[in-house]
């Protein structure tokens, strides 16, 4: 049995009962169960909820600090701050959810914009300065992150 299916409702967590999949692919996967019924076949609808589900998730990006902290809570894990704030010896994770969402920020605009400076005057073409050290330290800074990170999960 699906754990999902397997799992009684009271112990999922609100996000998990708010995950949502696309009307296209209930849709879908109402056509393939009728189609495998006609055709006397096995139908499998955990395959397709799974796939629906995936798909939905891959669509995001989990980059900001709200979409990360969003993911955890959909694995059950809530109180991420708090987790973290241990993690890093810190009160406020401020900082952290800053640097990140910058970090997220520079990377949108390098991969959807050329890392471009928009609205030059004089219609020249000029591009964000980075420098090794910034890049090594944006490096760092990730590699602790997701250290920190894989220890609270």
């Given amino acids: 049995m699906h754990p999902i299916a397997s799992t009684p409702r009271s112990t999922l967590k609100t996000l998990q009962l708010r995950l949502a999949m696309p009307a296209v692919a ?9 189609k495998a019924l006609g055709a006397s076949r096995p ?5 397709q909820i799974r796939k629906a589900l995936q798909e939905a ?5 989990f980059q900001s600090w709200r979409e990360i902290e969003y993911a955890f ?7 991420l701050s ?7 010896k810190v009160r406020d994770l401020t900082l952290i959810r800053t640097q990140l969402n910058e970090i997220a920020t520079r990377r949108n605009r390098i991969v959807h914009e050329g890392d471009l400076v928009r609205h030059e005057r004089g219609g020249r ?10 890049v090594q330290a944006t490096l760092d800074f990730l590699d602790e992150f997701v250290a920190h990170m894989d220890a609270v999960a």
């Fill in 26 to 34: 209930s849709l879908r996967m109402a056509q393939a169960a009728v």
């Fill in 125 to 134: 073409v000029r591009h964000r300065l980075i420098s090794h050290k910034q």
């Fill in 73 to 79: 809570s959909l694995i059950g894990i809530s109180k």
């Fill in 57 to 61: 998730l891959h669509r995001r990006s």
């Fill in 82 to 88: 708090g987790q973290l704030e241990s993690a890093y």
């Fill in 43 to 47: 139908f499998r609808p955990a395959n």
